[in-house]
């Protein structure tokens, strides 16, 4: 029998339909919840697929990912990937892509570690060019860190002061400074395995419980399938099977906004029943197909 288990936080709904789904399949895979509390170097890693819902807010268990990915287990998303993942990067790597992305630019921090004063930054210029970032980003502007979710620190910005403010403001985050795209609709994609994707209207102006909307004639059949395919070149990209990506379509052209979610909110109350569903059953057939391809042999790499 193959192992497979999951790593939660404080969600409860998608791990226990999750679990009960897979076990339900009969199809020689267990799920069930990890167990874990210090780890010894040698100790073999039991599973064959691991499902990391929470291991970028607690930092003992990126550890334990990613040495249980160099003994082969199949951890989703891939722990080394997630780690080095930030949107500016991520942005690179739409465009690298094809994929249509904001016009951004990264910002020097506006503060430091104390150990840090102005002789550490001899490379930098100052002061910085605001008249040029916003003439390149235009405005409003979105600011917001590189590193970050779940819209922390996200501010719009109508002018230069207000730009300087929220800079001002942003203390130790690495901030990049956005075009922000006026869009006419805004979608979700469910991305999982590589290889699904569900796109869904989204509304980002409504309470996160309504935001996900059942509307079949949003997309052209056209568009719809541009969408799909640029979420697939995204999520490769990037190396992840559980992801969403959103998108704002301005002038029929999908522009990528939010898709380094590695742990994305499967809860069915944000989700509703329909999709909900979707996303169990699609995350049961990819953990079933990698438990069941799962290698033997550790595959002591990082990549
Ligand atoms: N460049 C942009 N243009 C238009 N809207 C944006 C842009 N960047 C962010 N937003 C809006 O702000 C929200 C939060 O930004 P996002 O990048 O998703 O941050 P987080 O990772 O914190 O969720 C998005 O869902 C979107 O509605
Ligand atoms: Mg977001």
């Known amino acids: 029998m193959k192992k497979v288990g999951i790593m939660v936080g404080r969600e409860r709904t998608f791990p226990r339909a ?51 990915h160099l003994q082969g287990v199949t951890v989703i998303n891939n722990p080394y990937a997630r780690l080095v993942e930030d949107k500016f990067t991520a942005n690179y790597i739409a465009q690298q892509q094809g994929v249509a992305v904001p016009r951004s630019v990264i910002l020097p921090n506006k503060e430091y570690i104390a150990d840090i004063n102005s002789e550490s930054l001899s490379n930098l210029l100052h002061p910085l060019d605001w008249q040029a970032i916003t003439d390149y980003v235009g405005l409003p502007a979105v600011m917001k860190p590189a590193v970050g979710g779940g819209w922390k620190s996200v501010s719009i910005v109508h002018s230069l002061p207000e730009m300087i403010a929220a800079y001002d403001r942003s203390g130790q985050l690495s ?44 997309l052209s059949a056209e568009l719809g399938a541009r969408v799909v395919d640029e979420a697939l070149r995204l999520c490769r990209g990037l190396g992840h099977d559980m992801n969403t990506v959103e998108f704002a379509i301005r002038d029929e052209v999908p522009i990528a906004i939010d898709f380094t979610n590695s742990a994305p909110d499967f809860d069915v109350a944000s989700l509703g029943e329909w999709h909900f569903n979707w996303v169990v059953e699609a995350m049961t057939d990819l953990v079933i197909e990698k438990a069941l391809a799962h290698p033997p042999v550790p595959t002591l790499t990082w990549s």
């Open 18 to 68: 999750f679990i009960e789904r897979v076990n339900g399949r009969g199809a020689g895979v267990e799920a069930e919840w990890v167990k874990l509390g210090g780890t010894a170097l040698d100790l073999p890693n039991p599973y064959a697929v691991i499902v990391d819902r929470i291991s970028h807010e607690v930092p003992y268990y990126q550890l334990y990912l990613k040495h249980a």
């Open 175 to 218: 901030l990049i400074v956005q075009e922000f795209i006026q869009w006419d609709r805004y979608l979700r994609c469910i991305c999982i395995g590589r290889q699904k994707v569900l796109p869904i209207a989204w509304d980002p102006n409504r309470p996160f419980h309504e935001r996900y909307r059942t509307d079949p004639g949003y």
